[in-house]
């Protein structure tokens, strides 16, 4: 979006006096648009999906995004943290925390001198959003929705990195969800009149993931 923005800007200073029929243009064209950019304000998940890259966090929204929206998006980010996923339970797909690890380690007393010179504080579960958002971006050679599933991250932000992975895993486009659950006619046929809705949701998405290969399950022509 940010991206596009600037790519109007530039347009409209090379042709406002060059081309002024192209350059009205460009205005419509940009209304059109700041029509559905305007939308990202109804949700924090667009700003979510800013603070919670690696590459980019607040520091992005702070440097690319105009004075007054600064501060309300950065705060219903926070906001979405601390209602949803502060206090919920950790679901870590790792088999031991950071901390069963230490107690599982004996450390000697050489160990000890070492951990009272760290400068590197332990996680807080109740501070990964704070401590996450202090950092400064980093350069990831993946998606941020890989970089987010790694055991590492997951360890280290085990709760953050679950509202990372759902705001990430949410499809740019609502075509191809339109598209798997338009097949459902083929599904509900005279003979199957009474499968209810939560039912053939089923169905559509198991057909779903067997056609597209996460399944593990050989793809099945349901034509």
């Given at each position: 979006m940010?991206?596009?923005?600037?790519?109007?800007?530039?347009?409209?200073?090379?042709?406002?006096?060059?081309?002024?029929?192209?350059?009205?243009?460009?205005?419509?064209?940009?209304?059109?648009?700041?029509k559905y950019y305007t939308k990202t304000e109804d949700t924090p998940v667009y700003a979510a999906a800013l603070v919670l890259h690696p590459a980019r966090r607040t520091q992005y929204i702070r440097k690319n995004w105009k004075k007054e929206w600064q501060r309300p998006g950065i705060n219903s980010v926070k906001k979405l943290w601390e209602s949803s996923y502060l206090n919920a339970p950790v679901n870590c797909s790792t088999s031991l925390s950071q901390e069963e690890n230490d107690q599982a380690r004996p450390v000697n007393k050489l160990g000890q001198l070492l951990q009272s010179l760290e400068v590197i504080s332990k996680q807080s579960g109740e501070d990964e959003y704070t401590q996450?958002?202090?950092?400064?971006?980093?350069?990831?050679q993946s998606s941020a929705l890989d970089w987010w599933l790694?055991?590492?991250?997951?360890?280290?932000?085990?709760?953050?990195?679950?509202?990372?992975?759902?705001?990430?895993?949410?499809?740019?486009?609502?075509?191809?969800?339109?598209?798997?659950?338009?097949?459902?006619?083929?599904?509900?046929?005279?003979?199957?009149?009474?499968?209810?809705?939560?039912?053939i949701e089923k169905l559509e998405c198991l057909k779903n993931w067997i056609k597209v290969g996460i399944s593990g399950v050989d793809t099945v022509d349901y034509d």
């Open positions: 940010d991206a596009i923005v600037r790519h109007y800007k530039n347009a409209q200073s090379r042709y406002e006096r060059s081309n002024p029929a192209f350059f009205e243009r460009i205005k419509a064209s940009w209304l059109v648009f700041d996450f958002t202090m950092q400064g971006p980093t350069n990831i790694h055991d590492e991250q997951r360890e280290q932000w085990p709760k953050l990195s679950q509202m990372a992975i759902n705001i990430f895993s949410i499809p740019a486009m609502s075509d191809d969800p339109e598209r798997v659950f338009s097949g459902a006619r083929r599904t509900i046929s005279w003979e199957r009149a009474r499968l209810g809705a939560a039912m």
